[in-house]
């Protein structure tokens, strides 16, 4: 029952929509309704700016990040990465805005930040190296959560390996129209 009620706070912190909240409190703007109309860390960065898509950004992957701590703070004998995968599930299906979220990027890396740092800073700077030679985003996000699910392979941990698989599966389903665009040669690309 226990491991239950945290699971639902995992989900329900990750369905906050950190982008929607900032961008109608201080820019009166819906991001649903601008750019991709998502309402992830890219679309902040591609509407509303840089700032806000840092704050976005770091705030996305606090919600992964604390519920993999929740078996520390808690005492409890589970995978603390099994309650960040959830809150990157909140983050992708939010109960608060019809089961119609963001694709779990920064949710996911702030889950694997709080469960193995060296590995996500391993992935953190094979992303920026993708995103500085290809300008995609989604391109960077995907090949990334590959990478994440080869490296997990090697900690010889299943529940790692289960999980990471779960994460590359979800990210690879949400960049759905972004592959397409990629093969059609219309993804737009970063302005970095």
């Not at 201080?26 to 309704?33: E, G, H, Q, S």
């Amino acid at each position: 029952m226990y491991i239950a009620i945290l699971l639902i706070i995992s989900y329900l912190l990750g369905a906050v929509p950190n982008s929607l909240i900032i961008g109608k409190l201080f820019y009166k703007k819906d991001l649903r309704n601008y750019g991709s109309g998502n309402i992830g860390t890219t679309n902040t960065f591609r509407v509303l700016g840089k700032k806000p898509g840092v704050i976005v950004l770091l705030l996305d992957m606090l919600k992964g990040f604390i519920p993999v701590l929740f078996p520390l703070i808690f005492n409890i004998e589970l995978s603390g990465l099994i309650f960040g995968i959830v809150a990157a599930i909140g983050h992708v299906y939010p109960i608060y805005l019809k089961f119609k979220g963001g694709k779990a990027v920064a949710t996911s890396a702030g889950a694997i930040l709080a469960f193995h740092p060296a590995i996500f800073i391993g992935l953190a700077l094979f992303f920026l190296f993708t995103l500085k030679i290809s300008k995609y985003v989604s391109l960077s996000s995907i090949l990334s959560a590959i990478v994440l699910f080869i490296c997990s392979i090697f900690t010889q941990d299943l529940i790692f390996i289960t999980l990471s698989f779960i994460i590359m599966v979800i990210i690879i389903i949400r960049h759905r129209s972004n592959i397409k665009r990629l093969i059609n040669g219309t993804e737009s690309k970063a302005k970095i």
